[in-house]
Structures are given as structure tokens and as C-alpha cells.
């Protein structure tokens, strides 16, 4: 360090300070104010031909430019069309919005290739003003391209290299934030383009048809297609990435995780209302895996990660701490190339941009889940000593090759940085630069260029045996295109004579494109020697086997294939089956397959027809109810026929559980049936008296097994548990004496809570009584579930509300979200007697309040009261520091503002509220009310999440479902909180979150500001 930067920061810290640096133990976490300008310096960019020494690849290959500045500028996403021309989207505007009144500034770049030396050395404008474009795909001479809150499709028609066709096909994307933004749209071969919408999410409808019912696309993704403009939602809802391996499966990213796959399609999933699928889409690997940077630490990186460890937050090896993690990925591409060396095909490529290198993993199938593994031991596939280099994205190019896109920026991290760090920062410095790479290996000959454009539909067809993805990829793009049926013959013959699977696989695919794939055709393939094309073959076969004895025979002898990925695809094929077969078929499937959970769903998601047969013919195998994963799946199946709410399948269910020798069998069967019919709004009990009298006996014997557990002092905490979920269902003169003693023995809080849930759905008379009379003896957990008990009904509401009124329960006492949903009830007099009791809600009081409660700003907070507070007050919706529950957004953004903001948002929560967070009540039709966030909304149901419940209700069961747009967050926290109160408070939560690192926005969405 040069002695005038010493000078300023000896003045500033001191010569300590200055001997630990000298020595060079900075300690970062200590830098603040004048001191960080001084180490903040920016790092100067490297030109094109220095920034292609530092890159260091592994052994056996070598990299090169395929184009680099000035010619390309910004590139995230790029994609070569069937004459070898290279459209490049260029994101600008990164990492900011436009200005107001100011037009985005990304682009699309058209690059061509005039000597086919591999250089692309022709640039044109193609097209510009779009913000954050980071997806294109070609069709028909022009390319569709993402540009939030659109979709365009634009076109050159007059041979000046500029689009002269723009039209908006797709409108209603979020535009919330530069990092989640709509991304890489990819062909499948389904003749369909596929895109990962990230964290923006949207509700889309085509831009011709303004008043068309949008689609949600919140923590989803999307496909399209792109003759009939057909828009529906998928299953994902990552970040920065969206790729596929030859058979169709489709793998995503995340910031620290480099390889998602997508395994649950929502269309299967929305055929049963009442399924509780878990992820969809799980990661391969843990978040945060090792990687080799060679780069250098960036200064503010190391400002960030010290305070964070000064902090608690997070350990040495988390993302967002460690500095030899993945931290940045982004563009997961599978590479499918025939130039590297075998061994390299379907291998995993992510950037991580923030560490200056290019991660390698395996995809090896696993089950229906692949495994992934670091291939590169010790090092990376890529890596760079350029704290420029940003690996964002990947090609998989003509000649067999991946295409590397480095963003070339100096800082790519924008909302995470500390806001008096990102001060001295430069959020925009490199976007007059850009570089794209080309990876070669040793001996690499360089094909000459494509011009499949050129080529007749026999020599696209035979374009389907090459080497190289992108060959065959093209060519079956273009065979769609065309449309022209004589490619059906060879097409035939490539699906009968290829030795390459994938060959045939496409040659399936196009036939169906073409409208013309016959009966033989999928035989073919649901016969074929590989797996991937039998899987493909099922899905391609679901609309024919009612019409087709042949398919129909054919598919029901894959339920015993011995590969895991057909039989997945089977479980779900079996959903779309019209024949008494099918519930053998899924027995057969679940009797192999119901450990494992993917399978097992598969399973739940063609049973909603059949459910009460499939149970039957499971329950009779004593061996398969025995098995951990039978009692599981047999009590999901159970919720299903109860949720059906069919009298003569419940009552031939209810007899066949009850008819089984052992107790195991009855109880999960009974728990299950009573779960889903109350999700319709029935209960068992009605269904008792139907029963023959062995039935009869056998269900009264369980409920008297369960009320003999609750008696036992020494019965454990999980049999307990059981027996109170059983007696939901007895009567309640005989239960609800004994739960109540269960009550009175000071049990633990899950006890406690499922107790006080058995005596609600139990509903005998004096029930309010019961619980409001044990409100001072139970623990906080429970109150909580007294008031949801309590809030579900007029009745007992009004129950509650003379409980406050009359002094048995203080106003104060009340959670906060609790008075929230009495104040905004739907029944006016309900609203009147909270008004009278904690204030109405008026936008003016709390202008009146946050000023008065400014006082607080000027006193001394204590951190240690102040988590006291936020666990009274807070802890219901929010989690932080241990403290809590996660139910309203992540707190862990809140550090950066300024206290008085924090102040702002506390006291009016509606002053600005992020649309994942707007509470929304549903009535049920048989008088219930419920209040929370929205957190599944499918074709069939809606999932509600608040303060200690997650309910999935059926839409048949909604009377009304209604939102005022207001916060979940209630408004009147600062009742019976002093001014100390809320300064303790607000110490907590910036002390708790030490300068995190944001953009000043507690919404991680959020773009940074400006500077």
C-alpha cells in the first residue's frame, strides 16, 4: 500500500490499525465511514487479449473469442439460428431500471460470421429499447425474446440485419428486480419454448387478448407454444438458468445451487385436488458447494463477509460468507456436444460470476432424481485471475463447442452488498464491454459453417442422427416449421433403424409434430430398447390408449419395467387410463416404488378417479400395510376419497380399513378420511351410522383405544398425537371430558395445540368456554391456536369477543394478526366491537402515530429487551434469529434501512406491500373464515397460509375469496408498546441483521438505488 493511502487512514484509525494492515491482517469488519473510500478502489478492466490469458482451463483444451467488444456488449443470453447468425441479448440496464422517462437500454445484437474462421466480426443493432432482455429463440426467420414485462417476436423482412417485425406476444411479467428476472428461453421437444421465470413472477395473458383470464406464474415457470400462442404455467421457479438434456428432463439454478431438476409436472399435479405434493423441483446438491477461484478477494466481498462474521450470520463455509463457495451461479447449461471427448456429454456447466469461474458436475440417472458430482478435483472446468471475468451463460454451438458469455462487469453482485460499501461502488462499470468465449479441445478441427436453412426436409431428417444437439435440435425446430409431410417416410425409417436413441427420440417427437405418428409408431417406441424413449413414448401415448387396445396392453406391461424413470411416467399415464386395469397397475407401481416420495406422487396424482379401489386393493396385502411407506401412502389415498366426499365409496372405505385384522391399518385409514372430508366441509360421523355392525364395533373400539391413550400418564408425546387426531372423530360427550383433563395436566405445547384442535373440530357445546377458561393455564403456542379455533366462526367469535370485553382476556393479550382479521371482518358488527376495543384502522392514525412514535427514534434501544419484544409481538409471522415462525417475509433484508423507515413500515404496513404478502380471507361454504397469504392457487384448490395452519381448501368448498390489498401485517402493533418499547425493538432488528448487505430494500426483489 503506497504511503498517501496510509496517511488518510492512519488519521482516520489509527497506527494499530495501520500495522495489521501493513501486515496484512485488515480488519474489514472495523471499516466504516471515510476508511472504506480508501481501500475501495476500483479495479481496473483487462482488454480483450489480456483477459484471455488469465483464463485458465483444464488440461486438453483451450479457449478463444468467438466475439468480444466492441462488437458485442453485455451478453446474458445468446442463441445461433439454422444459418449460423448469433442473436445476443445485451442487458444494459443492469443491474438498475430505467430512469422515469428514460428508455431501457438493452438491445438485441445480431453477430455474423463472414469467413467462417470462427470470429464473429459483423455486429448489427437488431433491435434495442427492451429492458433486461435475457431469453431468445429463433423461429421462422426472427426470434422470440424476453424483455419483463413482454415477450416480443421480432423479425428482419428487409435484409438490413434490423428487426422491421416487433410484436408483443406475451405481456404481465414482474419487473421487480434486475437478478429475478424472465430468462433463456428454450426449445423442447415437445415443439414447445420453455422459460425460467425467476423471482419477478407475473400474471401473463396474450398482449392481443387484453381481456383474456391471466396466468399466474408466480414461483412457476412457463411454456408456450408458438402457432397457437397457447401460454400455460409449469412446475419450477428458480433463478438464472433453464436447460435440458436430450430426453427432456429440465434442470434450473439458484444463486448457490447449480443443478435443480424438475421433476413433478403441474399438469399431473392439478389432476387431484387433494394432493399434498412436496418440491417439484428438488435440488441435487447442496447449496454452497466448494469451488477453486483464483481471482482475487474483492475488498468490499471482504467487508461484507467480515461483518457477517462479526455477526453470527452464517458460518465461514456459507454462500454469502465464504469466498470459495458457489455464490453466483448462473446459466446451467447440460452440454450435449459431440467436439469434447465422450466423457464430457451431458455434463452440468454453471457460471459462478462472483467467483470468476465455470463449475463442472456429472448427471448420472439415480432413480427418477439424477446424481450430481464434481468432475473437476482440486480446480475448475474454467476459471480466471479477473475479478471481470463473469461466466453467465452458455451455447451449445454448431461445432459441437460450448460458448462461454462473460457479462464482463467489474461488480456483479447488486443487492447484497452493504449500502455504505456499494457508496464508493460502480454498479455499471463494464457495460461498454463484453466478451463471448469458445471452449476447444485439443486437435479441435473447425467444421465449416452451418446453413441448415438451405437444406431439404430429407437432409434435415438425417440432421437428426448428428453428433451435436444443436444439429438436431435445429433441424427438428425446422421440421416443425415446415410442416411438410414428406418427412413422415424418413422420419419411419430413422425411428425404426437408428442406432442413436436420441435419434429415434426425435424422430418420435416430429412425427407427432407433423400430426402423423400412428399406432405403430409409439409401439415402436414404448418397445424401444432405451428407457428414455419408452418414458418419452408414454406421454406421447396418453391420449390414445382409451382408443387402442394395442397401446392400451402395451402401456399396462411397463408398470413392471425395470427402470424407476418408466414406471414414474407410467404412475402418472395410469392418471389419463379409462380401464379397471389401471388401479392393478398403480398397486403393482406402489407396492415396488411407494419408499420413494417422487413415485409415491406420481401414484396420488392418478388416483383421484380411482382412489377408494386403489386403497382397497392395498389394504388386502398384509405385507404392504406393514411397510412405513404403505401406512403413508395408504393415509394420503384415505385423504383423497374423503376429500371426494362420494357417500357409497367412504362407506365401502371406511368398512373395508375397519374390516383388517390389527389397529394400524384402521387409525391411518380413519385419519385420513376424516382429514379430507373436512377439506370439503363433512365429517366422519355422519357416515358412522351407515355402517355394518363389525364396522360399526371396530370404529368405537378405536375411539375408545385412543381415549384409553390420553388417559395414560405415560402414553408417549406421538401416540398421544395420534389418539387426539382419532377422536376429531367421536362424539363429543364421550371425548371431550377427557382431552379436556389431558389439558389440565400441563402437557407440552404440541400437545396442548392438537388438544385444543380435536376439541374445535369436535364442536360440542360449551366449547368456547372450555378453551377460553384454560386461556391463562396454556402456553403461548396454544393461545395462538385457542384464537384460530375461535376466529373460524361468528359464533365463537362472539364467544371471544365477550371474553375481552368482560375482562377475562386483555385487549393486549390479542395477537396482532388476530385483531387484524376481527377488525376486517366481513360482518359489521364483529368490526364495530374490535373498533371498540383496539381503534378502527385509519390510513390518517397512522400518520399520527408514526409521528408520534418518532419519539422513539431519540432513545437509547437495548437489543436484549428489544428481542423480547419482537418475540411478543413479531414472532407469530416472522422468524429471525432463531425467534418465530416463517409465515411474512424475511427480516434478514431489514438491516439497511434507516430506523426511521423501519419505523414506518412497523407502525403502517400498508404503506408498501409486496403482493406475496397481501392477506386474503375465504369464506367456505359452510360458514368457516379463514385469513392468510395464498401459497399454492391451482385449477382445483387454493392453499391458505397463516399463523399456525397451512390449509388447502377446494374450490368447490369457497363461497368467497377476497383481498383488500392490504399487508398480512396487521396495523396497531404499538398498542400497549411504550416508546422504550419500540426503540428496543428496532435495536434488535438492525442489531440482529448487521449490516447484511442490501440494497436498502427489505424486498430482495427489489432493484438497488440509484446513486
Known sequence: MKWKTLVPLVALLGFKWIISLMAGEVPYEQLKG????????????????????????????????????????DPVAAVIDENGLMYVAEDADYPYRPAEGELPK?????????????????????AEGLLWPAGVAPWKGGVFVTAPPDIW???????????DIKEKVFAGFGTDGSQYILNNLQWGLDHKIYASVAGNGGLVRRADRPDQTPVSVVRKDFRFDPVTREFESISGGKQFGNTFDDWGNRFLCTQDTA??????PQRYLERNPFLSAFDSTPRLLPGGAPVFRTSPIETWRAIRSSRRLLAQKGSPNDSGVSHHVLDGVAGTTVYRGGAFP???????????????LVHRRSLTPDGVLFRSERLDQGTEFLRSKDNWFRPVNFVNAPDGTLYVLDLAREVLEAVHIPMDVVAHLDLTRGRDRGRIYRVIPRGFKRPTQPRLGDFTTERLVSCLESPHAWWRETAHRLLDERHDKSAEAPLRRLLRHSTRPQSRLHALWSLAGLNVLSDRDLLT?????????????????????????GIRSRCLELVADPNPRVRFQMAFTLGELNDPRAVKGLAMIARRDAADDFIRTAILSSSYPCAAALMAELVRDARFVQTESGTVLLEEL???????????????????????NGSEVGQIGVIGLSEGLRNCGAQLSSFVNSLDSRAAHRFHALMEDALQVIRNKDASANSIEKALRLLENASPDPAAAPILAL?????????????????SRLNGPGLEEAVLGRWRAVSPEARREILSALLTKKERITALLAAIEGGRISPGEVEAVSRSALLRHAEPSIRRRAAALWGEEKAGDRNEVIQRYRAALNLNGDVKAGRNVFQRLCSSCHRLSGIGNEVGPNLALAATRSPDELLTHILDPNWEVNPAYVQYNIETTDGETYSGLIVADRSSSVTLKGVNFEKTISRTQIKEIASQGQSLMPVGLEQGLSFQDMADLLSFLIDSQYDFGTSGHSDSHDVPVRP
Open 34 to 73: 471515510d476508511a472504506l473510500k480508501e481501500v475501495l478502489k476500483p479495479i481496473p478492466p483487462k482488454e480483450p487479449a489480456e483477459a484471455l490469458r488469465c483464463l485458465e482451463v483444464i488440461d486438453g483444451f483451450s479457449v478463444e473469442f468467438v466475439a468480444h467488444e466492441p462488437l458485442v456488449l
Open 106 to 126: 438493452g438491445r438485441i445484437r445480431l453477430l455474423k460470421d463472414n469467413d467462417g474462421d470462427g470470429f464473429y466480426e459483423e455486429s448489427h443493432l437488431f
Open 153 to 163: 417476436y421480432l423479425k428482419d423482412t428487409n435484409g438490413d440485419f434490423t428487426a
Open 259 to 264: 443443478v435443480y431438476q424438475v421433476v413433478l
Open 342 to 356: 465422450e466423457r464430457f456429454y451431458g455434463n452440468i456447466f454453471c457460471g459462478d460470476a462472483q467467483n470468476n
Open 525 to 549: 417406441g414404448l418397445t424401444d430398447a432405451f428407457p428414455a424413449v419408452r418414458e418419452n413414448a408414454l406421454r406421447l401415448a396418453e391420449p390414445r390408449p382409451n382408443h387402442s387396445e
Open 638 to 660: 384415505a385423504r383423497v376419497v374423503g376429500g371426494r366426499n362420494r357417500r357409497e365409496e367412504i362407506k365401502s372405505a371406511l368398512e373395508e380399513i375397519l374390516g383388517q
Open 743 to 759: 389439558l389440565d395436566r400441563f402437557p407440552p405445547a404440541p400437545i396442548q395445540i392438537a388438544a385444543i384442535r380435536a376439541l
